[in-house]
């Protein structure tokens, strides 16, 4: 009990101490660029055109896994049912 209440205030002080952490970098003196630099209109339009390209991309890949996976399912479904030359009597 105490193990696990010592496991989650550890966790609890994690959370709330990383965005502190955070803070202070941020507040550093970089003349507001923040990490990446200056960003200008070629660094906003490369992102979109990231962001344009991402989300499609990201949105096939899942739904080619699901498709697989509801595949797979069907295939085991079938398998597991009983065949159909067997069933009712002579």
Same mark, same amino acid.
Request: glycine content about 6%; proline content about 3%.
């Given at each position: @009990?105490r193990?696990?209440? $010592?496991? $989650?205030?550890?966790?609890?002080?994690v959370?709330?101490?990383? !965005? =502190? $952490?955070?803070?202070?970098?941020?507040?550093?003196?970089?003349?507001? %660029?923040?990490?990446?630099?200056?960003?200008?209109?070629?660094?906003?339009?490369?992102?979109?055109?990231? =962001?344009?390209?991402f989300?499609?991309?990201?949105?096939?890949? @899942?739904? @080619?896994?699901?498709r %697989?996976?509801?595949?797979?399912?069907?295939? +085991?479904k079938?398998?597991?049912? !009983?065949d $159909?030359?067997? +069933?009712?009597?002579?």
């Amino acid at each position: @009990m105490r193990r696990r209440f $010592a496991a $989650a205030l550890a966790f609890a002080y994690v959370v709330l101490a990383l !965005p =502190l $952490a955070l803070a202070a970098s941020a507040a550093a003196e970089n003349d507001g %660029r923040g990490f990446y630099g200056a960003t200008d209109d070629k660094v906003v339009t490369n992102a979109g055109f990231i =962001l344009i390209i991402f989300f499609p991309t990201f949105v096939f890949a @899942m739904s @080619m896994i699901q498709r %697989r996976l509801e595949k797979r399912k069907e295939a +085991r479904k079938a398998a597991s049912l !009983p065949d $159909a030359t067997w +069933r009712g009597g002579w």
